[in-house]
Structures are given as C-alpha cells and as structure tokens.
C-alpha cells in the first residue's frame, strides 16, 4: 500500500480556486494510478478526477469537467488537484487515492490507499 497525505484545502469564496496536493510515500508512487474523491456531510463519496501513471490519461466527473484539472509529479511523488470557478457544492472533504490497476477508473473499490482527507468549503 502507499501512504498519501493531502494539503492544501480551506475556506474561499465562490468563483475562486484552491490546489490541493498529495503526497505519497512510496518511490513506486510512480506506478499507480491516483485519483481524487470527495464526501460531502450525508452524502456518499463520489469520484472527481483520475491520472493514469503516466499522466497521459485523465478523466472527470462530469460536474467538475472543465473546472478542475489533475496532474502529477512522479519526480516528486505527488499528485495534484487544481480547483478553478468553484462552487459552493463543491464543498466536500477531498480524498486522494492510489490505484495498481493499470487504467483510470471512477470505481472506489479500485483504489488499494487512501489520505485521510483535506477539507475544501466554498462560501456563496
């Protein structure tokens, strides 16, 4: 398993961005494929974005299509979330993930490790 840890979460105000990072802790991090979740209060947790290992590939949910952009740093062990345009319900405590699956996947069981979560509140 690799250990992740997230940064980068807050408080802002609709309309404004926020970059979330994740760390992980293993020199194969390069080898799995991460993705970003989130769960809002009552709600179950929901996929956002997904990088191949490579960083060739990468998929959206559909409500943050156009908004936010992931990548990653293999040289650095960290992947990445921008947030642009946010919107109050994007307000959610944000997850990364890693994944030894070879393709990107929105499915949770596919996700081996998990960080303990970074919390982005977007005010209206």
């Known amino acids: 398993q690799v250990q992740l840890v997230e940064s980068g979460g807050g408080l802002v105000q609709a309309g404004g961005s926020l970059r979330l990072s994740c760390a992980a802790s293993?020199?194969?991090?390069?080898?799995?494929?991460m993705g970003w979740f989130r769960q809002a209060p009552g709600k179950e947790r929901e996929f956002v974005a997904a990088?191949?290992?490579?960083?060739?590939?990468?998929y959206y949910a559909d409500s943050v299509k156009g908004r936010f952009t992931i990548s990653r740093d293999n040289a650095k062990n960290t992947v990445y979330l921008e947030m642009n345009s946010l919107k109050p319900e994007d307000t959610a405590v944000y997850y990364c993930?890693?994944?030894?699956?070879?393709?990107?996947?929105?499915?949770?069981?596919?996700?081996?490790?998990w960080g303990q979560g970074t919390q982005v509140t977007v005010s209206s």
């Open positions: 293993r020199r194969t991090f390069s080898r799995y494929a």
């Open positions: 990088i191949r290992w490579s960083g060739g590939s990468r």
């Open positions: 993930a890693a994944s030894s699956r070879p393709t990107v996947t929105d499915l949770l069981s596919a996700y081996d490790s």
